[in-house]
């Protein structure tokens, strides 16, 4: 199910993808794949490599430096991934364009990875 909101996420539990509002309809599809690819990679319990991400928002997990690294190497695969789901849909994308949604994304990430970690 997909939902308009403030911010972009998937919700595992709920199988949810909230998509930004604000976003230019362009950006909304850019965003839209990368949280499918998230629903591609999986989570911990079925991939033994990916799934760190989901929890990072969840107060128990302890955010060490690893931790922290798996986020954003999961982060890059599912934008990886939503770039191989709309080209396999046929979508007309822009690479120059999804790549800009993609690094604003990752940069986030990169500024939050430099944060405290135990």
């Known amino acids: ?3 308009a909101s403030s911010t972009n996420k ?11 509002k604000r ?9 839209i794949l990368h949280e499918c690819g998230h629903v ?3 989570d911990k319990e079925n991939h033994e490599r990916y799934g760190m991400g989901y929890s990072q928002f969840d ?3 302890v955010r060490t ?10 982060e890059f695969e599912a934008w990886h991934r ?8 046929n979508l007309k994308l822009s690479k120059c364009d999804f790549d800009k949604t993609k690094s604003l994304s990752l940069k986030t990430y990169f500024v939050w990875i ?4 135990k």
């Open 1 to 3: 199910m997909f939902y």
């Open 10 to 20: 998937y919700e595992v539990e709920d199988r949810r993808i909230s998509i930004n």
């Open 23 to 31: 976003l230019s309809p362009e950006k909304q599809v850019y965003v």
């Open 40 to 42: 591609l990679v999986g």
């Open 59 to 61: 107060p128990n997990v």
């Open 65 to 74: 430096l690893r931790h922290k690294c798996d986020v954003i190497d999961e």
């Open 82 to 89: 939503g770039w191989v789901l709309g080209k396999r849909l």
């Open 114 to 117: 430099t944060l405290k970690t």
